[in-house]
């Protein structure tokens, strides 16, 4: 059983940074794919970022390029979401999802598992 669990959401002025923690856990990720999400109020959820496990390829939504990056570390069994620069259009509840397979990776429906979400909250 797939169980991930994120954590290092909060509240942050416009222009801070946060850190957003996935730990994963119930399997060997190394063949995995794993990404962010997110939802903000009244919206759709949307694609983030994404990362394949076993050579840190990394895609990227348009609106986070160049200040969101994702990675992750094998010993801890965790992917990292380094969020930079935030504007008050990154508030959101952010989302960590996985898969096995290669597919529509900018799509939801396309992700196997999901944790619970963590709230970001950006002031102006």
């Not at 903000?40 to 990227?60: C, H, L, M, Q």
């Not at 965790?78 to 290669?102: F, G, H, M, P, W």
Request: proline share 2%.
């Amino acid at each position: 059983q797939v169980q991930l669990v994120e954590s290092g959401g909060g509240l942050v002025q416009a222009g801070g940074s946060l850190r957003l923690s996935c730990a994963a856990s119930g399997r060997t990720f190394s063949s995995y794919f794993m990404a962010w999400f997110r939802q903000a109020p009244g919206k759709e959820r949307e694609f983030v970022s994404a990362i394949r496990w076993s050579d840190s390829n990394t895609y990227y939504a348009d609106s986070v390029k160049g200040r969101f990056t994702i990675s992750r570390d094998n010993a801890k069994n965790t992917v990292y979401l380094q969020v930079n620069s935030l504007k008050s259009e990154d508030t959101a509840v952010y989302y960590c999802a996985a898969d096995e397979t290669i597919g529509p990776i900018r799509s939801d429906r396309h992700w196997d598992y999901w944790g619970q979400g963590t709230q970001v909250t950006v002031s102006s």
